[in-house]
């Protein structure tokens, strides 16, 4: 066995997958699983847990699968994590845990990923049960937002015997697992829905087409008899450019489009609201909600191109969607920045007008910053514009909450175990952080989860 080189993984081919929205990477079989987890060195200090915003025992799982022991692997993740299969997916491990991979620094990483979707897909198929404390607690927890934050703090009370009641906006759960990421990245019915199957298995009550802030208040919440109140409702408030033009008929942001695309399947032919892209679609930004548009639209028919103010070498974007996108034909366009859409008579799109830029010093983020160049100005036709530069959190729920802070773009202020400064009120995830990924959201929804059985405790000795 040649421990340096990683076992490779399968994914359709692209002249297939941008035919349909079925899943692109087909995942290890279990001969391959098995091969890759003989890999790991299972070091006495191991730097991938502290990758983890989770603190998975990787070592442990990763050596049941080496073991043939699936269902041990599956049940030493279901310890760190209620959405294992999600995160096998859509995870930056590259960015996290593979990255500190002792292995990596001679060779390939140990796909530390791709076997977690392995052994969460195995407790799928085989309904595989997640164990549940024989404690019932008294107290009420409620939890606003079915995302991966609201899903991971329910998940990490329902196991500790708290009565837990989940809020949903919408009517189907999920936050940005369901109307967010594609269909080809994250199946609905064969993963989100099992995985949140498996919260009401814990006992979690699932409340949809809840908005909190206006079907009720926090403050109603308590009243009701919630003696705490998990905030983890996202951040759903696009950004736009302020650019003239913006305001076209054919411009979305990427919220919408996603949400229509996946939430209300759009790209099927029967949907009642299907969505027109023509023929030239213009995706603007670089980072995951991009790719996602982009390579989504592709699968409407259309001509994709993704313009970003840098080069590709800054993409915020995951390498994996960035590769798979350009496989599947989507033109980028670097080092240019929309500065006008162009509309027809009729008041749709039909042309778009750039600017060229360089990169100057190093910005906040660490990245180069981009600097427009004068007289560079160049125009293209586009019938779609899909602007994909960031979201803030809607303000509703601090607008309806009484003495809740918020930051300048309405994010709930909290502590690094979500404590904000109202009583009883805690908080984690985009509402907090500002958009961010999957896993750092369920790493925050775990850390209240704990500081709220601290609180309830405490609370409960004082009574």
């Excluded at 009641?165 to 994250?186: D, M």
């Amino acid at each position: 066995m040649n421990r340096l080189k990683r076992v490779e993984i399968s994914y359709r081919q692209p002249e297939d997958r941008i035919k349909d929205f079925g899943e692109v990477c087909l995942g290890y079989t279990a001969e391959e699983a098995v091969a890759e987890a003989k890999r790991c060195l299972q070091c006495k200090n191991p730097l991938c847990v502290s990758g983890c915003p989770v603190a998975i025992d990787i070592p442990a799982f990763i050596k049941a699968i080496s073991q043939e022991n699936f269902a041990k692997a599956f049940e030493i993740l279901s310890t760190y994590t209620s959405l294992p299969a999600v995160c096998g997916r859509v995870c930056p491990q590259e960015d996290q845990c593979e990255k500190v991979c002792i292995l990596g620094r001679k060779g390939d990483p140990i796909a530390i990923g791709k076997l977690e979707r392995f052994a969460a897909d195995y407790a799928l198929e085989n309904n595989l049960q997640v164990a549940t404390s024989s404690e019932n607690k008294d107290q009420k927890v409620a939890v606003v937002g079915s995302g991966p934050a609201g899903i991971t703090c329910a998940g990490e009370l329902a196991k500790i015997g708290y009565q837990v009641s989940l809020f949903e906006a919408l009517h189907k759960t999920g936050g940005v697992l369901t109307y967010g990421i594609p269909e080809f990245r994250l199946p609905k019915e064969k993963i989100v829905a099992k995985e949140i199957a498996n919260l009401e298995k814990l006992g979690v009550e699932i409340k949809k087409n809840t908005l909190i802030g206006r079907t009720h208040t926090v403050d109603d919440l308590f009243a009701a008899g919630y003696q705490a109140v998990f905030l983890g409702s996202g951040a759903g408030s696009p950004v736009f450019m302020n650019i003239p033009g913006e305001n076209l008929n054919g411009v979305f942001s990427a919220n919408e489009f996603l949400t229509r695309a996946n939430l209300m399947e759009a790209y099927k032919k029967s949907s009642d609201t299907p969505i027109h892209l023509g023929k030239e679609v213009l995706v603007v930004g670089g980072g995951n909600v991009a790719m996602d548009a982009a390579r989504t639209a592709k699968r409407f028919g259309s001509k994709v191109k993704v313009i970003y103010r840098r080069t590709k070498d800054e993409l915020p974007a995951r390498e994996e969607e960035v590769e798979n996108a350009i496989e599947e034909g989507i033109e980028f366009l670097f080092l240019a920045n929309p500065i006008e859409i162009l509309g027809d008579e009729k008041g749709w799109v039909k042309e778009v007008k750039a600017r060229k830029m360089t990169l100057g010093p190093a910005d906040q983020s660490g990245r180069r910053r981009p600097i427009p160049v004068e007289g560079s100005d160049f125009s293209f036709p586009v019938d779609t514009v899909i602007i994909a530069i960031g979201t803030n959190p809607n303000p509703l729920i601090s607008q309806t909450t009484l003495d809740l802070e918020v930051d300048q773009k309405k994010r709930i202020l909290a502590d690094e175990f979500g404590l904000t400064n109202k009583e009883g009120v805690f908080a984690g995830g985009d509402c907090v952080s500002g958009s961010a990924t999957v896993i750092l959201a369920m790493g925050a929804g775990k850390k209240a989860a704990q500081a709220i059985d601290q609180y309830l405790k405490q609370k409960k000795k004082e009574a």
